[in-house]
């Protein structure tokens, strides 16, 4: 992969009407691995279960990505970094309200995933309010982020107003909430997020006109794999949410 940095771009006040100056004091704050517990555990996603995902959305989900990608609330940018490597894509945005992430910890993801960082640029951005034309984008894409939104509806408009015709919004790692409830050992990111049912997802969708399928996601093999195919919903539920825009809008 290209050994080229990544562009990094600054910005000022872009933050929309619905992030104050807390929420970004809290994101700032946050560790890169914020949804995934503790360190080890952060980096034993990046080592073991980070190059997972994409199979599964290319082969599952039949999602082939290309041309121009926009992340939104990327974070370390992990996604931007697997994306970056595929050879039909053309330029990955990577986005997100907090510069420190983007700054410090992304292109140390970058380096550990062998991101094609010469395709990625980062700048800060505000996912309710997003900083591009219209019909801009082949794909926008997030992980573990819908459920942090102050305003779910505005974010899925905004994802789908720089879309171009039959673009596609991909969001995974989404907390679901299942039909079984158990006490979790609980973390600062997943007590911020909002505890919607699949069923919230799915209106939050139809509410803002973005057409939406419902993937199950399972990345597990063998015996693993029936035993969560069997029980995701019920004990916990994994999905992909793919969104597209229709042709003329």
């Not at 039949?62 to 990327?74: S, T, V, W």
């Not at 794909?139 to 408009?157: D, K």
Request: proline share 5%.
């Amino acid at each position: 992969m290209s050994r080229a940095e990544s562009k990094y771009i600054e910005k000022k006040a872009y933050l929309s009407r619905y992030t104050h100056e807390r929420i970004l004091a809290l994101r700032e704050a946050q560790a890169p691995a914020s949804g995934c517990g503790d360190e080890a555990e952060w980096g034993r996603f990046l080592k073991q279960e980070v190059r997972k995902f994409i199979p599964f959305l290319t082969q599952k989900c039949e999602l082939e990505f290309c041309g121009r990608i926009l992340e939104i609330g990327a974070g370390a940018a992990w996604l931007s970094a697997e994306l970056s490597k595929l050879p039909k894509v053309v330029e990955v945005i990577t986005t997100d309200i907090s510069p420190k992430l983007l700054k410090e910890h992304a292109p140390k993801v970058f380096d550990v995933l062998k991101a094609n960082r010469a395709k990625i640029t980062r700048m800060p951005g505000d996912f309710h309010q997003l900083d591009f034309p219209d019909n801009y984008f082949d794909y926008v894409v997030c992980s573990a982020v819908l459920a942090h939104a102050v305003n779910v509806i505005q974010v899925l408009r905004e994802a789908k107003r720089v879309l171009k015709p039959s673009g596609r919004f991909v969001a995974i790692r989404e907390p679901v909430r299942p039909l079984a409830k158990f006490r979790r050992r609980s973390n600062r990111s997943s007590s911020q997020a909002a505890n919607y049912t699949l069923a919230h997802y799915k209106e939050l969708f139809r509410q803002a006109a973005l057409p939406l399928e419902v993937k199950p996601m399972n990345l597990s093999r063998g015996f693993k794999y029936y035993l969560n195919k069997m029980v995701n919903g019920l004990t916990h539920a994994r999905y992909a949410f793919v969104g597209t825009k229709r042709g003329r809008e």
